[in-house]
C-alpha cells in the first residue's frame, strides 16, 4: 500500500487489528480494553523449533510491546544479552517506517515475531545472528 | 551437481529432522575434490605396481577401495586428515606366499620410489601413503583364499606375523543389499559415492545411519578415549544388521540404537564376555576381536551406545528445538548446516518469497496466512 504525501491514512482501530489478528490467527487470544489491545498468542516458527508464549500489547499510536513468556529466552555460552531486543527484553522487530498504526499488526508484526524466534534459536549455536538488522544504541 | 540453495519446508517434526540430517551426512561427506583426487592416486599408484619394475607385476595387482570410501559412509575426521583404504589385491592365491614378505615387499618397493618414499610408512596390516594435503591411503595387501572361494581374501598381519581373513568386496555386496531394502534416492551435491556407478551422486538411508554413528563415535570417544572407540566396521555391521528398511533417517537411526542396545542385552543373557559379530561376508574374520584382549574398549563401547540411545530417544520425545543436543551428538556439522539454512531463509525472506502459517511456521508465500514483510531488525547492543 503505497502511501500518499497528501492522503493521510487512517489508523486501524483496537476493535480492527483485534479482528485481522484472530482471522489470520484463530488460536490467538486478543482482548481489546479502552486503550489497549492485548494479544496472547504461540508460535512454533519451524517444525524444529519450540512453541512459544508470547504477549504482544498494543496502544494506539504506538509501537507494539512484544514479550516472549516461555520457554523463557535463553542466552549462548559467551553472550550476556540477547540480540534485537530492548532493554526490558521486548524484542525489537523493525525499524521506523516498517509498520505504522494504519497497517495489520497481524500481516507485519507477528510474522516478524516468528521470523525474530528463528534466528533466535539459530543464534543460540551458531552464535551469529543471521537475519540481518541493525543494532544501534539507545534505540526507542 | 549443485542444488540450488532453495528454502525447503518439510512437514512435520520427523521430515524436518530428516532434512537436517540428510544436510549434515552432506557435510560429513567426501567432497568431489577430495573424492577424485583420490580414485586419480590410486590409479597412479596401480599403474606403478604393474609397470615393469613393480615385484607384483606377474600377479595383476588389482588396487580397489574399501570400507567408507567404496561404502560411500565417509566422514570427515574431527581433525586431522582423512584416511581412505584401499586392498592391493594379487591374483594368487595365498598358500606358499609368506605374509610378511608380501607386505614388506610393498612397503620397500614404494620406499624405493622417488615419488612415495617419503610418504611411505609400515603399519600393521597395511602401508601408509601419507599426502601433503588432506588424506592419506592405506594400502592392504592381499592374496586369494583359495579354500574360502568367492571374493574371500588373506591379508598380512604384522602383529600375529601371519595371514587374517578378509572379504571386502563381499561386505560392500552384502552392506548393498542390506542397504536396498529401501531404496530411497537422495541429491547429494558433494559427492559420488561409489565410483562409476552413479552419475547422480545418491544415498541410502542405512548410508546415512553409518555416517552419523561415526560422527557420534569419534566425537563422543575424543574427550574419552579414542582407542577406545569402536572401529568403523562394528558400526557399519551394527547398522547394517539392524537396519529394518525405514524410509528415515531418524527412525532408522532410532531403530538402530533400541537394536543394538538389545543384541547387547542379548549378549549379557547369554553370558559372553562381549558382543560378537563376524563379518557378514566370511564368517572367518572375527570383527569384534579387540574386545577379547580389551575389555575397557567393551565397557566404553556398551556405556557409549546405552547413552547415544538414551539421548537419542530424549531428543525424538522432545519434538521441538533439538539444536543443540544434535550438535552435542554430531557436533560442527550441525551448526554449519543451521547457518546456511538461517542464510537461505534469510535470502528468501529479502526476495519476499516467505510466509508465516496460522500456527507461526515460516513457510513459502503460497499458503501463508500471513506474508513475511521486509523489515529490519532493531535493537540495542
Known sequence: ???????????????????????????????????????????????????????????????????VISPPLRLPPGHFRLKHVFKDDRLCLYTEGDWRPDLPISSHVVPWISEWLSFYEDWLVTREWLGGGHEPSGAE | ??????????????????????????????????????????????????????????????????????????????????????????????????????????????????????????????????????????????????????????????????????????????????????????????????????????????????????????????????GLAPISIVLTTLAAETYRGERSVSQALTSMLGGVVELIDQSHRRGERHLHLCNPSNVAEDLTERWDSNPAAYGAFERGIRDFHCRWSQLIARQGNVNTELVELFGEPVAAVLKKRAEQRHGARIDGKLGVSSSGLITSLAGAAAPLRPHTFYGEE
Open chain 1, 1 to 67: 500500500m503505497a502511501r500518499s504525501r497528501y492522503v493521510r491514512q487512517r489508523l486501524l482501530t483496537l476493535a480492527e487489528q483485534s479482528y485481522l489478528l484472530k482471522t489470520a490467527f484463530p488460536n490467538f487470544r486478543v482482548k481489546v480494553g479502552r486503550r489497549e489491545l492485548r494479544c496472547l498468542g504461540e508460535l512454533r516458527p519451524t517444525w524444529l523449533s519450540d512453541n512459544y508464549l508470547f504477549e504482544l500489547l498494543y496502544q494506539i499510536p504506538d509501537r507494539p510491546r512484544v514479550h
Open chain 2, 1 to 226: 551437481m549443485a542444488v540450488a540453495p532453495a528454502v525447503y519446508f518439510p512437514q512435520g517434526f520427523a521430515a524436518a529432522l530428516d532434512q537436517l540430517l540428510l544436510q549434515v551426512c552432506e557435510e560429513l561427506q567426501l567432497s568431489t575434490s577430495t573424492y577424485e583426487r583420490a580414485v586419480a592416486r590410486y590409479g597412479a599408484l596401480n599403474k606403478l605396481l604393474e609397470s615393469a619394475e613393480s615385484p607384483f607385476r606377474y600377479f595383476r595387482p588389482d588396487i580397489y577401495p574399501q570400507g567408507s570410501m567404496a561404502l560411500g559412509t565417509t566422514v570427515a575426521p574431527i581433525k586431522g586428515p582423512r584416511d581412505l583404504d584401499f586392498v592391493l589385491q594379487l591374483s594368487r592365491d595365498h598358500s606358499g606366499v609368506d605374509p610378511m614378505a608380501l607386505i614388506r615387499s610393498l612397503y620397500e618397493f614404494l620406499r624405493q620410489n622417488g615419488t612415495y618414499r617419503s610418504m611411505t610408512t609400515l603399519k600393521n596390516r597395511c602401508v601408509r601413503i601419507e599426502y601433503a594435503d588432506d588424506f592419506y591411503m592405506d594400502v592392504l595387501p592381499a592374496c586369494l583364499n583359495g579354500a574360502a572361494g568367492g571374493t574371500c581374501i588373506k591379508v598380512p598381519d604384522c602383529t600375529v606375523r601371519g595371514w587374517r581373513d578378509s572379504n571386502p568386496k563381499g561386505y560392500i555386496d552384502w552392506f548393498k543389499k542390506r542397504s536396498r531394502m529401501i531404496f530411497v534416492g537422495r541429491m547429494l551435491d558433494k559427492a559420488a559415492p561409489i565410483p562409476d556407478q552413479e552419475a547422480v551422486a545418491e544415498k541410502e538411508i542405512l548410508q546415512l545411519v553409518v555416517q552419523l554413528s561415526k560422527r557420534w563415535r569419534d566425537l563422543c570417544y575424543a574427550n574419552i578415549d579414542p
